[in-house]
């Protein structure tokens, strides 16, 4: 029947392996010629670079968006500081017009309000804090690389 002599006291394997082999022939793609290769590669290679090239662009404009962002903040950051003492001068100023000169504890009063007015405030140290770790944490990132590259390289 097509079996080799041989093969009659194993027939279970022999036609395990056969249907392997049979297997095997028909997934197996045929062989890719080298054109088709090199077209394959180069295809794959543009669409990568089309891939890198928006990736990029996206992220440039995400950072112009930040930075646009942090420029908002700081501007209205700025405005709000600038309004602030006016209204801080007025708030102190209603507090003096509102004193009663006749109580002995006006003189305490007054000195409190003298305290809590001008640039050595407790509003205005807490603005001058905010204004310098918002210095530290924006500029000192920036050039950190740079100044680690000073203290390693001396002149």
């Known amino acids: 029947t097509g079996l080799p002599a041989s093969a009659y006291g194993h027939a ?4 395990a392996q056969m249907a392997l082999k049979q297997l095997q022939h028909q997934q197996s793609p045929p062989p890719e010629s080298e054109e088709k290769r090199a077209k394959r590669l180069e295809r794959n290679r543009e669409s990568a670079r089309k891939s890198r090239r928006r990736k990029k662009e996206r992220l440039s404009q995400l950072e ?3 930075n646009g962002l942090h420029i908002q903040i700081e501007n209205a950051r700025s405005l709000q500081i600038m309004n602030m003492n006016p ?11 509102q004193l009663d000169t006749s109580n002995d504890s006006a003189q305490e009063s007054l000195t409190a309000i003298f305290k809590g007015a001008g640039y050595n405030c407790e509003v205005q140290r807490a603005v001058i804090d905010f ?4 210095l530290k944490y924006t500029l000192l990132p920036r050039y950190h690389k740079f100044l680690l590259w000073l203290t390693l390289h001396p002149e």
């Open 87 to 97: 209204r801080l001068q007025d708030y102190f100023l209603q507090r003096i017009v």
């Open 64 to 66: 112009e968006k930040v």
């Open 12 to 15: 279970p394997m022999y036609y």
């Open 131 to 134: 204004q310098y770790s918002l």
